[in-house]
C-alpha cells in the first residue's frame, strides 16, 4: 500500500529535550516536506527535500532540522523543543512532475 | 495581503444544499490551485486541482477559477454529512515557476453538513 508513515503519533516531552519525528514514503517520491498546523495560523510548511541530500528552508524553519540522506526517509529534528513547537506535524511526498501531495497522518506534539 | 486567504467560517449548510467555499490569493502570477479536504484529526487529501480560468467539474464538486480577480472557490453540490470537513485552498509559491513542492495555504473553512 503506497504511504506516508510518521512516527511517533503522539508525543509529550519537555523543553529542551532533543527530539526527531521520523517520516517515511514507499513511493519513491523525489520531494518531501514537512508541516505544522496551528489553529488560527493554518498549514504552514517548515522544510522540503527535492531530492537526497537537497533541502531548503519553507515558511517556518527556525527551531527545526531536517535531512534527506535516503530516498524515503526524512526525519523532522528538534534540537531543544520549546513550548511554542507544541503543534500538530504532518510529513508529505510528491513525485516530481506530479502535483498532489502524500500526507502522512500527522503527529501531535506537545513540549511542556 | 496574505498569500491565501479564506472565508475562515464555519459554514453550516442543510443536506442537499449547495455549499461553497472561497479563497483569493496575492500572488497575480500563479498558474495552479489546489483544494484540500481535510476531516477532523485526519491528514489533508487533495480533491481539486485548476489551472484554467472557468469551471472544472469533479462529481459533485465543482472549482471555480478567476486569475483576473485572484479568485478560486469550491462549489459542493448536493451537500452530504460526510462532506463535514476543514477545506483548505493552497497555491504553490513562487508563481509562474512554483511547483507544488512548496505549497502555500490558507487557513482553511470549516464546513458543517446537517441531515
Known amino acids: 500500500e503506497a504511504q506516508v508513515t510518521q512516527n511517533p503519533r503522539y508525543l509529550i516531552t519537555v523543553t529542551g529535550k532533543k527530539l526527531t519525528v521520523t517520516c517515511s514514503q514507499n513511493?519513491?517520491?523525489?520531494?518531501m516536506s514537512w508541516y505544522r498546523q496551528d489553529p488560527g495560523l493554518g498549514l504552514r510548511q517548515i522544510y522540503y527535500?527535492?531530492?537526497?541530500?537537497?533541502?531548503d528552508k519553507g515558511d517556518v524553519p527556525e527551531g527545526y532540522k531536517v535531512s534527506r540522506k535516503e530516498k524515503r526517509n526524512f526525519p523532522l529534528i528538534l534540537e531543544s523543543p520549546s513550548p511554542n513547537q507544541t503543534s500538530l506535524y504532518f510529513c508529505?511526498?510528491?513525485?516530481?512532475?506530479?502535483?498532489?501531495?502524500?500526507f502522512g497522518p500527522g503527529t501531535r506534539l506537545t513540549v511542556t | 495581503q496574505k498569500e491565501v486567504e479564506q472565508n475562515s467560517g464555519p459554514l453550516s449548510v442543510p443536506e442537499g444544499a449547495i455549499a461553497s467555499l472561497n479563497c483569493t490569493y496575492s500572488?497575480?502570477?500563479?498558474?495552479?490551485f489546489f483544494w484540500y479536504r481535510q476531516y477532523s484529526g485526519k491528514s489533508p487529501e487533495l480533491i481539486m486541482s485548476?489551472?484554467?480560468?472557468g469551471d472544472k467539474e469533479d462529481g459533485r464538486f465543482t472549482a471555480q477559477l478567476n486569475k483576473a480577480s485572484q479568485y478560486v472557490s469550491l462549489l459542493i453540490r448536493d451537500s452530504q454529512p460526510s462532506d463535514s470537513a476543514t477545506y483548505l485552498c493552497?497555491?504553490?509559491?513562487?508563481?509562474?515557476?512554483?511547483?507544488?513542492?512548496?505549497?502555500?495555504f490558507g487557513k482553511g473553512t470549516k464546513l458543517t453538513v446537517n441531515p
Open positions: 485548476i489551472y484554467s480560468n
Open positions: 508529505a511526498s510528491l513525485k516530481q512532475g506530479s502535483y498532489e501531495q502524500y
Open positions: 513511493m519513491n517520491h523525489e520531494y
Open positions: 500572488d497575480r502570477v500563479s498558474q495552479s
Open positions: 527535500s527535492m531530492n537526497v541530500e537537497v533541502t
Open positions: 493552497a497555491v504553490p509559491r513562487g508563481g509562474f515557476q512554483g511547483g507544488s513542492e512548496k505549497l502555500v
